[in-house]
């Protein structure tokens, strides 16, 4: 264990220092389900300000959150974040009473622009499924806000089976599901 996490604090400096035109920024105080979702929800916010009144009230923000949850398999997260022409949206009815586009992401916008890069670790999931265990998830990479890639560490002598043999367990136990 002490190794994964000696390798875990050197693959996080490692990829704050990578990178072309933006920089992963560790964001250490994200641990939770409920921090990625306040943190994504800071980055729609912020890269939508043009389109909101203010910052999303909670019935808005629980309009994006069902949208997000509501994508079951890979493929739909593939479309999701695909979207129309290189363009995510998410579409909400605001207190208003308008009706808006969110962009989550803008393929224009991937190695520069508004896309923000951020690396979070030992993200602790709560059980789905009843009678399961939590989970806490090694390394994880952000991609506006969005968990988009886990990386699941172990030590040198560990087969690499391991680790695939963990990320199935967790897809069964559907902790890729909600953010």
Do not use: C
């Not at 990625?36 to 994006?64: A, C, H, K, M």
């Not at 499924?129 to 560490?153: C, H, K, M, W, Y």
């Amino acid at each position: 264990m002490a190794g994964e996490l000696h390798f875990e604090n050197e693959l996080i400096e490692h990829l704050q220092r990578i990178g072309g035109s933006k920089q992963w920024k560790y964001e250490e105080s994200i641990k939770t389900t409920e921090d990625l979702w306040e943190n994504f929800r800071r980055i729609l916010q912020q890269n939508n300000q043009e389109r909101l009144d203010g910052p999303l009230s909670d019935t808005e923000f629980n309009q994006v959150k069902k949208e997000i949850t509501n994508i079951h398999t890979p493929y739909q997260a593939g479309q999701f974040l695909y979207g129309l022409n290189g363009i995510s949206q998410v579409e909400i009815d605001t207190d208003s009473g308008r009706h808006v586009y969110l962009t989550v992401f803008d393929q224009k916008q991937v190695g520069a622009g508004s896309t923000v890069y951020q690396i979070v670790n030992q993200i602790e999931r709560e059980p789905i499924l009843a009678g399961r265990p939590s989970r806490r998830f090694d390394v994880t990479l952000l991609i506006n806000g969005l968990p988009i890639i886990q990386i699941e560490e172990k030590s040198d002598t560990n087969d690499i089976n391991q680790a695939l043999n963990q990320m199935h367990q967790y897809a069964k136990e559907q902790q890729y599901r909600d953010i």
